[in-house]
């Protein structure tokens, strides 16, 4: 006896970019996809996990370059569902940490589509953590505001103004267009000397790291030649850095 065609949803985090670093649970869905639309920053290596037959739809965004836009996708999703699909949203990091899960979610059970949630590592608090950054750490930081720079109508975020003002760690992501204004911030509030950190392709074997204040990181950033996808973290956090080795298993990278 056949089995019955799913009709579902299964939004996974995929993690920050090693593809080691997806969750069972996210292998396992993966391995009963019949359709997996898929974004930017997720390693493809992932998607080896699908069975035979299964169609893979690239539908990454990246800074002025959107493949399909949201509401598109959005459709596809639904689409393929109503075909007796199971759908697998994979997504980079977390879903729900600037991925517009929720939205997705949302959409599909607005059309009565069953749906699963299946968490990922999020390169916010994994890849400083790779690289000797606790994002939190007794007498140094008590809290973390994870941002996004830039509002909706492309301004710097303004709770940038706020977090900068306490003792928290701050971790931006999608933020390199916006590193001058950030670092002009700092400097005209008296804070040059703030600890900062920029990883570039987190947790993968192209990852390029560059540390220093706020006074000389534009510096080290043209030295090294950073770019985006980069995570960018800032405070007295980043100087535990050099206190410890964490042990990176780079020869899988």
């Known amino acids: 006896m056949s089995a019955v065609p799913i009709c579902k949803l299964t939004l996974i985090g995929a993690g920050p970019g090693d593809p080691e670093l997806i969750t069972v649970k996210g292998v396992q869905a993966l391995k009963k996809a019949d359709v997996v639309l898929y974004d930017a920053l997720v390693n493809v290596d992932l998607l080896n996990w699908t069975k035979k037959g299964v169609e893979k739809i690239f539908v ?20 393929f569902a109503q075909q007796h699909k199971h759908v697998v949203r994979l997504k980079g990091g977390d879903p729900f940490v600037f991925g517009r899960g929720f939205e997705e979610l949302e959409y ?27 994002v939190t750490h007794r007498g140094t930081s008590e809290s973390f505001w994870v941002l996004t720079a830039t509002r909706s109508d492309g301004a ?23 590193l001058a204004e950030i ?42 030649n950073l770019s985006a996808p980069a995570i960018i973290i800032i405070g007295n956090v980043v100087s535990l850095r050099r206190t410890i080795e964490v042990a990176a298993n780079h020869e899988t990278r």
Request: proline share 4%; glycine share 8%; aromatic share 2%.
């Open 60 to 79: 990454g965004k990246r800074k002025d370059h959107h493949e399909f836009s949201q509401a598109e996708i959005n459709e596809m999703i639904v689409s």
């Open 108 to 134: 599909a059970q607005l059309h009565e589509i069953p749906t699963e949630y299946i968490p990922g590592i999020t390169s916010a608090i994994g890849v400083p953590g790779l690289n000797g950054i606790p």
């Open 156 to 178: 710097l975020t303004e709770d940038i103004h706020i977090a900068m003002k306490t003792n928290a760690t701050l971790v931006l992501l999608m933020g390199m267009h916006k």
């Open 183 to 224: 670092v002009k911030l700092y400097r005209q509030n008296d804070k040059g000397d703030t600890p900062i950190a920029i990883i570039q392709n987190g947790s993968t074997q192209h990852e390029k790291v560059g540390t220093g204040t706020m006074a000389t990181i534009e510096e080290v950033v043209r030295i090294k």
